[in-house]
Antibody, heavy 123, light 108 residues
Framework: EVQLVESGGGLVQPGGSLRLSCAAS????????MSWVRQAPGKGLEWVAN????????YYVDSVKGRFTISRDNAKNSLYLQMNSLRAEDTAVYYC????????????????WGQGTLVTVSS | EIVMTQSPATLSVSPGERATLSCRAS??????LAWYQQKPGQAPRLLIY???TRATGIPARFSGSGSGTEFTLTISSLQSEDFAVYYC??????????FGQGTKLEIK
């Protein structure tokens, strides 16, 4: 059974830092692109970042470029999101998601999601 | 950036009836369109990918259609567990993704 378990959320002051983790199990982690998706309270979903299987390619939504860094440790089956210079608008539940390939088009959607970890940026 | 627009924002339907949810893309996304269901306090759940392919374990009452810029999610006979928020997502612009703002399906 595929499982994604996020941790590391909490309350942080504006300008502060936080590192989120996602522990993966039930599949060959090193074979998949992985993503972070967030959801502000009462709002919709926003893709944040993704990373290739070997970590050689990383992409970010414009609003977090230069502040957030996605990384992975395939030996530990873990995905990370280092968040620096946090702002109030970064307050959200952060989900770890597995990218699944649509073999007809070689593009990727999200087939499994973790339960999320809440990040609150407030003074 | 591809903008996804869902309508209506809220849909009120009685159990047993059909629900039709719409999603429009600001430019063509071919069939690179997925639908997700989210219940309060839960993570999103994949329903449909490739615009019309049901994900593993998804009941046949869920169907997706469309291509290009216009897409529809249809739930043929609503069950109590189907009342939730539904999101469309384009992945034609992968590795960057974008979601619609969601449609809340509520009991009439």
């Amino acid at each position: 059974e595929v499982q994604l378990v996020e941790s590391g959320g909490g309350l942080v002051q504006p300008g502060g830092s936080l590192r989120l983790s996602c522990a993966a199990s039930g599949f060959t982690f090193s074979s998949y692109w992985m993503s972070w998706v967030r959801q502000a309270p009462g709002k919709g979903l926003e893709w944040v970042a993704n990373i290739k299987q070997d970590g050689s390619e990383k992409y970010y939504v414009d609003s977090v470029k230069g502040r957030f860094t996605i990384s992975r440790d395939n030996a530990k089956n873990s995905l990370y999101l280092q968040m620096n210079s946090l702002r109030a608008e970064d307050t959200a539940v952060y989900y770890c998601a597995r990218d699944a390939e649509d073999r007809r088009t070689r593009s990727y959607y999200f087939d499994y999601w973790g339960q999320g970890t809440l990040v609150t940026v407030s003074s | 950036e591809i903008v996804m627009t869902q309508s209506p924002a809220t849909l009120s339907v009685s159990p047993g009836e059909r629900a039709t949810l719409s999603c429009r893309a600001s430019q063509s996304v071919s069939s690179n369109l997925a639908w997700y269901q989210q219940k309060p306090g839960q993570a999103p759940r994949l329903l449909i990918y490739g615009a019309s392919t049901r994900a593993t374990g998804i009941p046949a009452r869920f169907s997706g259609s469309g291509s290009g810029t216009e897409f529809t999610l249809t739930i043929s006979s609503l069950q109590s567990e189907d009342f939730a928020v539904y999101y469309c997502q384009q992945y034609n612009n992968w590795p960057r993704h974008s979601f619609g703002q969601g449609t809340k399906l509520e009991i009439k």
